[in-house]
């Protein structure tokens, strides 16, 4: 009641504050504040004044500048005093107005402020704070990269360009681009010409000397005469084939246009001059690293301006890409296993077509350390086929260079795959070495990594378990032989208790159950769904039937507006947010073991003796029927000690009271499920409640010793579930008062105001 007091005074103040609009001093600006004049007028407020003769006063009293003292936007304090200054703030509330707060000066003098030099409010004493700088607003650039261009045109004013592109590339002294132009006649017959506009993406001379003898070997019957050095003897056919495949090779680095940097966009597909019909790929990339590639190659220098084009220098040569990735896989021997399993997939069609894809393309060898994986997904297993294809493919391009360090991607099944390069230059995706990089496609890229990448979706739901070492969970599958059932199952949702929940059980449960194994094998098939379900798909008081025969109930609590807190509980067990998926089901993984009820909330509070008090007074009451419906309640059952304490003779009075019977066991039982997990610990804002059946309020808590409550009784025992709700066993009578026939009271609190009801 204090805090919200002292809340509701000082919001009154601050209310009335801002609805006082003053004055507005001639030459004062639009900043205001009450203040002291230093000198002979001090203790006289100054500047802004609800007052309407103040003016008058203020301009007799005001008679230099300097005496007119401005506010500071922000707060200011003095080191004594205690002066504030609160800066001028407004408040858009919605009524078309402006808002102001006064300044105010409060001198409770504990020192004098004369001749003292007025402090930012961070450089007083006793405060911390975070100093901040001023940021200019910067433009946010949407796309990949901005790149600066020249334009070249004929007026004195601007940047001339003076060269044809064969010009350019010997300024640029990329020579051996130069020589092999010239070899095959592209200089002076086409990048020469000033009629049409080009666009080069020229190798650097180290990987062209590198390319050309190589090319040439490939025709064979090259004689490279050791004595001369680079002298190279070749017959004239296939001197005339080697100048027709360089001439093809070198126009598929020549475009038709001027495409400048800032024109190059990812994933753009540039048509080239090769007679062959390929194409650049560009491709752009913010992290890890700033890159422009084409065709997998880096840009390594833009925008080289030539009267008739740009040349852009490339690390590489740009080898003539025609094939799709499908037929690149057919076409490479090292991948045959990868086209069987592509054969019988529909993803064969999506690697044809047009498209942006990364395959990671696993060798022969790579299939052979996976039989068992091989020979299921070639069987009839084809979603798991489909697992494992859509886990090596990567909905965009990524190019080799662009991997620094380590980084991570999205595949098609979206899950992030970890990729890494180490200090020997290696790279590795997930753990699977990369050892053919850049195989470029018309549609994407491949990469050859040494092992296959086997997803949890490619797992059917006892491999998945193995992997996610739930082991407690497989002992009693396998004692209740039930391993092979889960293995072969169709879509099913499994709520595997974890490990920790599992050895938390009691010895005496832990050997009931395992020794019977018919127990064992009812207990376990009550965790399987007939159904695949994520969490998201599951819903408050949603019922969900098992191997077992019987429902599961799903509840969900929040803690929303005030808190962040979310929970999601089967049978008052809360389960992970996470769903595992597998190939043949999912995996919930729950805080302990799930016990089929054995029946409704009556018959629960029947079978257990400690509740022989309540389960005659709710018959009496007339309420047992109505805890058989369907519900769902959560009942707050007191033990027979609890009714004891309320005296010796109080069950036989309160038999003798059917309407306050009635009333008062109605206290106890709410509808819907709430679960002892249910129960947070609560804040100045967020107290929880629960509405009971007699439409009372009662609060619920958990305090720090993790003991929980309903109103003033505690909660001793949590979770008793029943088939229509659940029972939570608690130690005392939730009553304000019991009116008994004789007039005795029996409450121990408010003995003395039963009789006024």
């Given at each position: 009641m204090g805090k919200i007091t002292f809340s509701f005074i000082l919001l009154c103040i601050c209310v009335g504050l801002s609805v006082a609009r003053p004055?507005?001093?001639?030459?004062?600006?639009?900043?205001?504040?009450?203040?002291?004049?230093?000198?002979?007028?001090?203790?006289?407020?100054?500047?802004?004044?609800?007052?309407?003769?103040?003016?008058?006063?203020?301009?007799?009293?005001?008679?230099?500048?300097?005496?007119?003292?401005?506010?500071?936007?922000?707060?200011?304090?003095?080191?004594?005093?205690?002066?504030?200054?609160?800066?001028?703030?407004?408040?858009?509330l919605g009524f078309g107005g402006e808002f102001r707060i006064p300044e105010f000066e409060m001198n409770l003098n504990l020192g004098s402020v004369a001749g003292r030099k007025a402090q930012n409010w961070w450089e007083g004493p006793n405060v911390c704070y975070m100093q901040s700088e001023k940021v200019e607003n910067v433009t946010e650039i949407t796309s990949h990269f901005r790149f600066l261009s020249f334009v070249c045109d004929v007026s004195d004013t601007t940047h001339k360009c003076i060269e044809t592109i064969p010009d350019l590339l010997k300024t640029l002294g990329l020579t051996e681009l130069t020589s092999l132009l010239d070899s095959v006649g592209?200089?002076?017959?086409?990048?020469?010409?000033?009629?049409?506009?080009?666009?080069?993406?020229?190798?650097?001379?180290?990987?062209?000397?590198?390319?050309?003898?190589?090319?040439?070997?490939?025709?064979?019957?090259?004689?490279?005469?050791?004595?001369?050095?680079?002298?190279?003897?070749?017959?004239?056919?296939?001197?005339?084939?080697?100048?027709?495949?360089?001439?093809?090779?070198?126009?598929?680095?020549?475009?038709?246009?001027?495409?400048?940097?800032?024109?190059?966009?990812?994933?753009?597909?540039?048509?080239?001059a090769s007679p062959l019909k390929s194409s650049i790929r560009i491709n752009t990339y913010e992290q890890p690293k700033k890159l422009v590639t084409a065709n997998c190659k880096p840009i390594t220098s833009t925008d080289n301006i030539a009267i008739n084009g740009v040349v852009h220098v490339v690390s590489d040569v740009l080898m003539p890409v025609t094939g799709s990735?499908?037929?690149?896989?057919?076409?490479?021997?090292?991948?045959?296993?990868?086209?069987?399993?592509?054969?019988?997939?529909?993803?064969?069609?999506?690697?044809?077509?047009?498209?942006?894809?990364?395959?990671?393309?696993?060798?022969?060898?790579?299939?052979?350390?996976?039989?068992?994986?091989?020979?299921?997904?070639?069987?009839?297993?084809?979603?798991?086929?489909?697992?494992?294809?859509?886990?090596?493919?990567?909905?965009?391009?990524?190019?080799?260079?662009?991997?620094?360090?380590?980084?991570?991607?999205?595949?098609?099944?979206g899950r992030a795959l970890q990729v890494t390069r180490d200090q020997d230059n290696k790279l590795y995706v997930e753990g699977a070495q990369i050892i053919v990089t850049d195989i470029m496609a018309t549609n994407g890229v491949i990469?050859?990594?040494?092992?296959?990448?086997?997803?949890?979706?490619?797992?059917?739901?006892?491999?998945?378990?193995?992997?996610?070492?739930?082991?407690?969970?497989?002992?009693?599958?396998?004692?209740?032989?039930?391993?092979?059932?889960?293995?072969?199952?169709?879509n099913i949702t499994v709520f595997v208790p974890s490990n920790e929940a599992m050895q938390s059980?009691?010895?005496?449960?832990?050997?009931?159950?395992?020794?019977?194994?018919?127990?064992?094998?009812?207990?376990?098939?009550?965790?399987?769904?007939?159904?695949?379900?994520?969490?998201?798909?599951?819903?408050?008081?949603?019922?969900?039937?098992?191997?077992?025969?019987?429902?599961?109930?799903?509840?969900?609590?929040?803690?929303?507006?005030?808190?962040?807190?979310?929970?999601?509980?089967?049978?008052?067990?809360?389960?992970?947010?996470?769903?595992?998926k597998g190939c043949n089901g999912n995996i919930l993984v729950v805080n302990k073991i799930l016990s089929p009820p054995t029946g409704d909330l009556v018959d629960v509070l029947a079978m257990d003796r400690r509740f022989s008090y309540l389960t005659t007074l709710l018959k009496v009451a007339d309420i047992a029927d109505m805890l058989q419906e369907e519900g769902p309640f959560t009942l707050f059952a007191p033990t027979n000690e609890a009714f004891k304490r309320l005296g010796s003779d109080a069950v036989e009075t309160l038999k003798k009271n059917p309407s306050h019977l009635k009333s008062l066991l109605m206290d106890h039982v709410a509808r819907d499920v709430i679960c002892c997990n249910a129960i947070m610990r609560s804040n100045w804002f967020d107290q929880q409640r629960v509405r009971t059946l007699s439409d009372k309020t009662l609060s619920v808590h958990k305090n720090k010793a993790d003991q929980r409550f309903i109103d003033k009784a505690e909660i001793k025992q949590c979770d008793l579930m029943a088939t229509n709700g659940v029972v939570h066993v608690i130690d005392d009578v939730i009553s304000d008062y019991v009116k008994l026939g004789r007039g005795r009271s029996v409450d121990r609190i408010d003995r003395w105001f039963w009789n006024f009801k």
């Open positions: 004055r507005r001093y001639p030459g004062a600006g639009h900043e205001w504040r009450w203040g002291k004049v230093r000198g002979s007028d001090k203790g006289r407020h100054i500047g802004a004044s609800l007052d309407p003769t103040f003016g008058t006063l203020m301009k007799q009293n005001l008679k230099m500048p300097e005496d007119w003292v401005r506010s500071q936007r922000g707060m200011m304090h003095q080191t004594f005093g205690n002066r504030f200054e609160i800066g001028p703030g407004k408040f858009g592209l200089s002076s017959e086409v990048l020469a010409s000033d009629n049409n506009n080009f666009t080069v993406f020229a190798p650097s001379n180290e990987v062209l000397a590198k390319f050309v003898l190589p090319a040439l070997q490939q025709h064979g019957g090259v004689n490279v005469m050791k004595d001369i050095g680079s002298v190279v003897i070749v017959s004239q056919e296939i001197s005339n084939s080697v100048i027709e495949d360089t001439r093809n090779i070198l126009l598929g680095h020549v475009a038709v246009g001027r495409l400048t940097s800032s024109r190059l966009t990812d994933d753009m597909i540039v048509e080239t990735i499908l037929d690149l896989v057919k076409k490479n021997p090292e991948l045959s296993f990868l086209k069987t399993v592509l054969g019988s997939s529909p993803l064969a069609a999506t690697l044809r077509e047009p498209g942006r894809y990364t395959l990671l393309a696993p060798t022969d060898a790579a299939f052979k350390k996976h039989v068992e994986l091989l020979t299921r997904i070639l069987g009839d297993d084809k979603k798991c086929m489909e697992n494992v294809l859509q886990n090596h493919l990567l909905p965009n391009v990524i190019c080799s260079s662009v991997i620094e360090g380590c980084a991570q991607t999205k595949n098609s099944l990469h050859v990594i040494d092992d296959i990448l086997v997803p949890d979706e490619a797992l059917n739901i006892v491999e998945l378990a193995s992997k996610k070492n739930y082991s407690e969970f497989l002992k009693l599958l396998e004692r209740a032989g039930l391993k092979k059932d889960l293995a072969l199952a169709e059980l009691p010895s005496n449960v832990v050997a009931k159950v395992t020794s019977d194994v018919e127990l064992l094998k009812e207990t376990l098939k009550y965790h399987v769904v007939p159904d695949a379900f994520s969490c998201r798909a599951l819903y408050n008081n949603k019922l969900l039937d098992t191997l077992e025969g019987t429902s599961l109930r799903i509840n969900e609590y929040s803690t929303f507006p005030f808190g962040r807190e979310w929970l999601q509980t089967v049978q008052c067990a809360s389960f992970e947010a996470e769903t595992i």
